[in-house]
């Protein structure tokens, strides 16, 4: 893995950048994620279960805007369920929708930190292993 601190893993994870070289992006767009780093070519997830783990980070994300909005409607509206109900679900799907790169980011430097992403011993140009 390397002598990296702590800080230096987190700031490139919320600057949605490689874990391995800090310097390539791990997102093409906001929501497409890159196969490889576009510096330093190592695979972000080489498994197509390691998705899994960011989906417990959305669903993280989803259930804390549920409950942080049930909380204050609770407190502050007298809105029946139904619309309060309605206000919750749609501001949780959207703190994914918002949130989808940082989780994948964050993810990834997990898979990282347990050894799952390491430097290629080879370069990959236009396609072909180098």
């Known amino acids: 893995m390397g002598e990296k601190s702590a800080g230096t893993l987190i700031m490139r994870a919320l600057r949605r950048k490689c874990p391995v070289c800090g310097r390539g992006a791990i997102f093409a767009s906001h929501f497409r994620m890159n196969p490889t780093c576009p510096d330093c070519n190592v695979v972000f997830w080489a498994d197509p279960g390691e998705s899994l783990g960011a989906m417990y980070l959305d669903y ?14 609770a407190w502050t509206t007298t809105l029946s369920d139904l619309p309060q109900w309605a206000i919750m679900s749609a501001l949780a ?4 929708l918002i949130c989808f790169p940082y989780t994948r980011s964050v993810w990834t ?11 290629p011993r080879f ?3 236009r396609g072909k292993r180098v």
Not at 93 to 96: D, E, L, P, Q, R
Not at 109 to 119: C, D, F, H, P, T
């Open 123 to 125: 370069r990959i140009v």
């Open 60 to 73: 993280a994300v989803a259930t804390a805007v549920f409950i942080t909005a049930w909380i204050v409607l």
């Open 93 to 96: 799907v959207a703190a994914v």
């Open 109 to 119: 430097l997990l898979v990282y930190i347990s050894g799952g992403i390491e430097r």
